[in-house]
């Protein structure tokens, strides 16, 4: 009822950086979420953002586009169940892509990847308890949330559309991932 189609490209953080971060804007969009100093992935930080995309030379990008069957998932589920599977979908991907980040960060040493998204991996994160995060090995920043424009970086680099959804279901869902290392030579 889905298929996966995965979109690559590379380029140098200077490059990124002058072309699709502003820090300054995307903290707006951030202010106005519910994970804003909630999630230890999301700002406010106590770095700068722009200081961590420069400790790297090159960032690949990785989008991975879930295209649905509506018509088939209607059918079989009826519009509520639809609604439970798309994101069961979605959670399940940006699952596998976080081990497949983590092997490339393996693969690639001195490396980090950027996570699709906030962090999700304890079901409620310590933050609002003033704790510390629990699993400081796993989580990873989003490019969002380091100030990177996602939907630029999607069309641009990837030729991919990222699509709203204004309660409808959406036809298809894209998670973008990154990958910062110095090593001219990785591949993801
Ligand atoms: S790993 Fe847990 S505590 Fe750490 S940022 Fe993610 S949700 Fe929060």
Sequence with gaps: MYH???????????????HYV???????YCKACRCYGRIWSCPPYDFEPEAYWGKYRYVHIL????????EAIDKEKGKEEAAAYIRQV????????????????QRYPGSVTLSAGNCTICSECTRPAGQVCLHPDRMRYSIEALGGNVVKTAEELLGVRIQWSDGDLPEYLTLVNGLLTDDPGAEI
């Design 4 to 18: 996966i189609e995965e979109f690559r490209n590379k380029t140098t953080v200077r490059n990124y950086l002058e």
């Design 90 to 105: 979605y959670l399940n991907a940006k699952e596998q892509l976080s081990e497949k980040m983590y092997g490339l960060e």
């Design 22 to 28: 502003d820090v300054a804007i995307f903290l707006e």
């Design 63 to 70: 989008g991975t586009k879930i295209s649905f069957d509506r």
